[in-house]
């Protein structure tokens, strides 16, 4: 069975520090790898994916991540942070494109002044 | 806009009443999704459909009851509602993309 562990609750970040979200993942065959954003009260955006390919993915505002298979990972990352990057962030994991993804508990960040 | 429209927004029930939760989207995808979003759980997926009239049972389905009798309308119905079942809700769907979300029903049962 697919599961996605992301192992940080809660990360507090300085504007204009950089950030890093972990996301293991673990599944039997190619993942297909998502990350999410959600802003409060608001639905899930989809900041990126990786399905194949070059393993560093760029994603929207800003954000990329970093598929490593031997790890079993696909950090998200940004080299500066806004404050209106804080939201909550959830990393997913599928069989197919986009069909019945799995998602980890999410990692909420809160940015500071 | 083309998306994924969640119906109610909001909702309060009694325990024991009954809902329906609808979904719509105007993508023509032939996934669609209910789940379920907890606090420190994430989202857990209730039911799903790969097509018109067919539906599935996801991690968490026990209480829900779905159906999908047309391809852009997926709903979500409670038959007895539990305080367990206090809950935002999202609707996806999807095809060879990634998911598009609605904005989500906070539902609570009191």
């Known amino acids: 069975a697919q599961s996605v562990t992301q192992p940080d609750i809660h990360i507090t970040v300085s504007e204009g520090a950089s950030l890093e979200l972990s996301c293991n993942y673990s599944?039997?065959?190619?993942?297909?790898l998502f990350w999410y954003v959600q802003s409060p009260g608001q639905g899930l955006q989809l900041l990126l994916k990786?399905?194949?390919?070059?393993?560093l993915v760029q994603g929207i505002k800003g954000f990329e991540a970093e598929f490593k298979r031997s790890q079993s990972s696909f950090n998200l990352r940004k080299p500066s942070v806004h404050w209106s990057d804080a939201a909550e962030y959830f990393c997913?994991?599928?069989?197919?494109?986009?069909?019945?993804?799995?998602f980890g508990a999410g990692t909420t960040v809160t940015v500071r002044a | 806009n083309a998306g994924v429209t969640q119906t109610p927004k909001f909702r309060v029930l009694k325990t024991g009443q009954s809902m329906t939760l609808l979904c719509a989207q105007d993508?023509?995808?032939?996934?669609m999704y209910w789940y379920r979003q907890d606090p420190g759980m994430g989202l857990r997926l209730i039911h799903y459909?790969?097509?018109?009239?067919?539906?599935a049972k996801g991690e968490v389905p026990d209480g829900y009851n779905v159906s999908r009798l047309k391809k852009q309308n997926f709903l979500l119905g409670l038959e007895s509602a539990a305080p367990s079942q206090t809950s935002v809700y999202f609707c996806?769907?999807?095809?060879?993309?990634?998911?598009?979300f609605g904005s989500g029903t906070r539902l609570t049962v009191v």
């Open positions: 996806a769907s999807s095809y060879l993309s990634g998911y598009t």
């Open positions: 599944y039997g065959a190619t993942p297909y």
């Open positions: 990786y399905f194949s390919g070059d393993t």
């Open positions: 997913a994991v599928g069989a197919d494109t986009g069909y019945k993804l799995s």
């Open positions: 993508m023509n995808h032939e996934y």
């Open positions: 459909s790969v097509g018109e009239g067919t539906t």
